[in-house]
T-cell receptor
């Protein structure tokens, strides 16, 4: 079992939809959780980071952590074509990244 | 712009050769991470340095090595190159050694081994 599991998709939604991206993990010691956005062949860009359980909101993005289920989510409201990218979850210290979910938002 | 710089942007070389990739972290960041990303593959963590010392090691081949210098820039050395080493190599930096507030990635170096 991988330490961090993420459905690679691809995920295709119409413009304006609410997008839900998810990761599961196996190490209950993880306390820090991050989401990155990567446009094709570019360096990943840090979107949000959270500590422990709960929600964190930043504009159209909401990160949610459920430590009891070892499950984290990123919600994108009012999705735009410019949100089309690969989204990577990461957690703990160092480089524990999910495989990334490829998202396409269609106009 | 993340503030992390990587050189060169592109590198084309032949099998068996050796190359050096360079990374300058964001101003004030003490930690540098190296990642490999092959076509349509996820990020593979290679190695991390913190303030000049190796902090963590991932799936780094013995043919690969890295170091972080006193001015905090880092170099990743790849030797005896094989076709399968063709990939994007990313450097990232963070203020502290845990990366708990996230990492900031450079634009990457695209390595092509012919």
């Amino acid at each position: 079992q991988k330490e961090v599991e993420q459905d690679p998709g691809p995920l295709s939604v119409p413009e304006g939809a609410i997008v839900s991206l998810n990761c599961t993990y196996s190490n209950s010691a993880f306390q820090y959780f991050m989401w990155y956005r990567q446009y094709s062949r570019k360096g990943p860009e840090l979107l949000m980071y959270t500590y422990s359980s709960g929600n964190k909101e930043d504009g159209r993005f909401t990160a949610q952590v459920d430590k009891s289920s070892k499950y984290i989510s990123l919600f994108i409201r009012d999705s735009q074509p410019s949100d089309s990218a690969t989204y990577l979850c990461a957690m703990g210290a160092g480089g524990r990244f999910g495989a990334g979910t490829r998202l396409t938002v269609k106009p | 712009d993340s503030g992390v710089t990587q050189t060169p942007k592109h590198l084309i070389t032949a099998t068996g050769q050796r190359v050096t990739l360079r990374c300058s972290p964001r101003s004030g960041d003490l930690s540098v991470y190296w990642y490999q990303q092959s076509l349509d593959q996820g990020l593979q963590f290679l190695i991390q340095y913190y303030n000049g010392e190796e902090r963590a090691k991932g799936n780094i081949l013995e043919r690969f090595s890295a170091q972080q210098f006193p001015d905090l820039h880092s170099e990743l050395n790849l030797s005896s190159l094989e076709l399968g080493d063709s990939a994007l190599y990313f450097c990232a930096s963070s203020v502290e050694g845990q990366g708990t507030a996230g990492q900031f990635f450079g634009p990457g170096t695209r390595l092509t081994v012919l």
